[in-house]
T-cell receptor, first 111, second 116 residues
C-alpha cells in the first residue's frame, strides 16, 4: 500500500466549479506539502502545513492530523488551474529531507 | 532569472554512455535534492545534500552518483545510462525552518532524459 494516496487520479471540471482533491497518508508526519505541476513540467510549492488550514487566493488547504487526511480546495476554478496537484508528506522521525510523494491528481478545467 | 536552473533541459543518449545533469541555485540554500519522475509513479528521491560536505542516498540511488561542488551547485551523474533511467529529473533546494523537518522545496524546471 502506498504511504500517500491521492484521490481522484483524474478530475475534469467546468470553469467556475468548486474543486476538492484529497490526500490520505499512513505515516506519522511533521508536515504536508501541496505542489502544483504545470503542463510544461515545472513544479511549484503551494502550501506547507502541519495543522489547521491555509488559504492563498482561491486555494485552500486543510489538514486533519488525527484522521491523516488533507484536502486541497479550489474555488471558482479556471482553465489556468489545469495542472497536476501533488501531495507530499515529511515522515516524522524519518530520514531528514525525505518527502514521500503521492502520484498526483490531474485536473482539467474546461471553459 | 530563475532561482533554480537545470542543464540540459532535454537530453537523448545511448545505453552505456555517461551523463551528467547539472543544477545551480541562487537562493543561497544549503539543502539540495535530486528526484526522478516517472509516469504513474510520482516523484522519487535519488540523492540529497544538506551542505557541501553532506551527501545522502535517497530511495533510488542505485545507478546514480552526485557531486556537491559548491553550495550553489549539485550535479547528478549516470555512470552508464540504461533505458529504464529514461525519466524527468528534477533538482530542488530548501531552506529549513525551526529545526529543518518542515522546509518548503523549490524545484528547477526539470531535465527530460531519454536513454535509447
Amino acid at each position: 500500500k502506498n504511504e500517500v494516496e491521492q484521490s481522484p487520479q483524474n478530475l475534469t471540471a467546468q470553469e467556475g466549479e468548486f474543486i476538492t482533491i484529497n490526500c490520505s497518508y499512513s505515516v506519522g508526519i511533521s508536515a504536508l506539502h501541496w505542489l502544483q505541476q504545470h503542463p510544461g513540467g515545472g513544479i511549484v510549492s503551494l502550501f506547507m502545513l502541519s495543522s489547521g488550514k491555509k488559504k492563498h487566493g482561491r486555494l485552500i488547504a486543510t489538514i486533519n492530523i488525527q484522521e491523516k487526511h488533507s484536502s486541497l480546495h479550489i474555488t471558482a476554478s479556471h482553465p489556468r488551474d489545469s495542472a497536476v496537484y501533488i501531495c507530499a508528506v515529511m515522515n516524522y522521525g524519518g530520514s531528514q529531507g525525505n518527502l514521500i510523494f503521492g502520484k498526483g491528481t490531474k485536473l482539467s478545467v474546461k471553459p | 532569472d530563475a532561482d533554480v536552473t537545470q542543464t540540459p533541459r532535454n537530453r537523448i543518449t545511448k545505453t552505456g554512455k555517461r551523463i551528467m545533469l547539472e543544477c545551480s541555485q541562487t537562493k543561497g540554500h544549503d539543502r539540495m535534492y535530486w528526484y526522478r519522475q516517472d509516469p504513474g509513479l510520482g516523484l522519487r528521491l535519488i540523492y540529497y545534500s544538506f551542505d557541501v560536505k553532506d551527501i545522502n542516498k535517497g530511495e533510488i540511488s542505485d545507478g546514480y552518483s552526485v557531486s556537491r561542488q559548491a553550495q550553489a551547485k549539485f550535479s547528478l551523474s549516470l555512470e552508464s545510462a540504461i533505458p529504464n533511467q529514461t525519466a524527468l529529473y528534477f533538482c530542488a533546494t530548501s531552506d529549513p525552518l525551526a529545526g529543518g523537518l518542515t522546509d518548503t522545496q523549490y524545484f528547477g524546471p526539470g531535465t527530460r532524459l531519454t536513454v535509447l
